[in-house]
């Protein structure tokens, strides 16, 4: 599934609805921000339900094995959950900063140019700090130097 199809499929199960944006509305006002926050906050809630999830699962599941091939088998399948974790643990920690700069009135410009990011594009990743432009230059940029 296509990551874009992937994000609407996800959105549309959390209870999304895009923001609907007035006529002459200015940018990141009061309801633009509130909207974003309460994406950002429910994203959050979910991946911390994760993490609890999967603590219950490693204690239930914990077992000492005898047969050395099926406590490897649960140990890799602990570290992949682990490493999921992990990644959703950062993943919490840029949601708190992005909260962070909703509430300091800096969120929806872009960190290089200063441009505005976009409703549409930060409901499709509400953790962005930057525009498309600047988006596509920096991933060009890595790919000249990655290759």
């Given amino acids: 599934m296509p990551k874009t199809a992937a994000k609407e499929a996800h959105m549309e199960a959390t209870g999304f ?24 906050l429910n994203w959050k809630r979910e991946l911390m ?13 914990a077992a000492n094995f005898p047969d050395p091939a099926d406590r490897a088998s649960q140990e890799e399948e602990f570290s992949l959950e682990l490493r ?45 700090t930057l525009c498309v432009d600047c988006k596509t230059l920096a991933e060009i940029k890595e790919k000249q130097i990655g290759g």
């Fill in 84 to 128: 999921t974790r992990d990644r959703e643990r950062k993943l919490i920690k840029k949601i708190d900063s992005t909260i962070e700069l909703i509430d300091s009135d800096d969120y929806g410009y872009c960190d290089t140019c200063g441009v505005e990011i976009g409703i549409r594009r930060l409901e499709a990743r509400p953790t962005a």
């Fill in 17 to 40: 609805t895009p923001y609907k944006e007035k006529k002459g509305e200015e940018y990141m006002n009061e309801n633009q921000r509130n909207h974003f926050r309460s994406i950002l």
């Fill in 49 to 61: 339900e994760e993490v609890d999830r999967t603590m219950s699962h490693m204690k239930d599941e």
